[in-house]
């Protein structure tokens, strides 16, 4: 089946603690995107790739970063920079830039304490 | 900045009724795009309708663009409780811009 993995599903860290969230693909998508979601709100978005060994800053970019190395792939890191992290983060490809249609993971919720 | 705004908030119907949710935005879009969110789970596209189309019908859905009032609306015809969930809007300005959601409706379908 294709589609898009995000692991883990549940994250526990203390403040202070970089975290990375796993985002894979197998859908031969060129564009990945990283959106968060707190309770109530739309998303919005972090980061997103267009292609590979490529990346853009999205809205809401400080304290976060990502990489590009591989199509498959965007891992995105969570610093000790990123003032409130605890959320719920989705990842999302499409077939090209342009946003349209976005598949998504089903996301990982991110707890910092 | 430009995003959609779904309308209600929240949305509470019994099963078999059918469930509109409206969505306005504020400049010029390409196309207009709805999604659907089960509770802890990822987004699911629904449908997209480019500007230059009136209606699009999917299924049980049906969607309506009014660029000249900025509005789209869902239609969720003959509803079941597995169409409770949170349903989003987002708009697509084309020329490699972001895609933009809105903050969602929750929708309740009562068995």
């Known amino acids: 089946d294709g589609g898009i993995t995000q692991s883990p599903k549940y994250l526990f860290r203390k403040e202070g603690q970089n975290v990375t969230l796993s985002c894979e693909q197998n859908?031969?998508?060129?564009?990945m995107y990283w959106y968060r979601q707190d309770p109530g709100q739309g998303l919005r978005l972090i980061y997103y790739?267009?292609?590979?060994?490529?990346?853009q800053k999205g809205d809401i970019a400080e304290g976060y970063s990502v990489s590009r190395e591989k199509k498959e792939s965007f891992p995105l890191t969570v610093t000790s920079a990123q003032k409130n992290p605890t959320a719920f983060y989705l990842c999302?490809?499409?077939?090209?830039?342009?946003?349209?249609?976005?598949?998504f993971g089903n996301g990982t919720r991110l707890t910092v304490t | 900045s430009q995003q959609g705004e779904e309308d209600p908030q929240a949305l509470s119907i019994q099963e078999g009724e059918n469930a509109t949710m409206n969505c306005s935005y504020k400049t010029s879009i390409n196309n207009l795009q709805w999604y659907r969110q089960n509770s802890g789970r990822g987004l699911v596209h629904l449908i997209l309708i480019r500007s230059n189309e009136r209606e699009k019908h999917s299924g049980r859905l049906r969607v309506t663009l009014d660029t000249s009032k900025k509005s789209s609306s869902l239609l969720i015809t003959a509803s079941r409780a597995a169409d409770t969930a949170s349903y989003f809007c987002?708009?697509?300005?084309?020329?490699?811009?972001?895609?933009?959601f809105g903050k969602g409706i929750t929708l309740s379908v009562r068995p």
């Open positions: 859908l031969n998508h060129d564009a």
């Open positions: 987002a708009t697509d300005l084309g020329a490699n811009s972001k895609l933009t």
């Open positions: 790739s267009q292609i590979v060994n490529d990346f």
């Open positions: 999302a490809s499409s077939i090209s830039a342009g946003f349209s249609p976005l598949h």
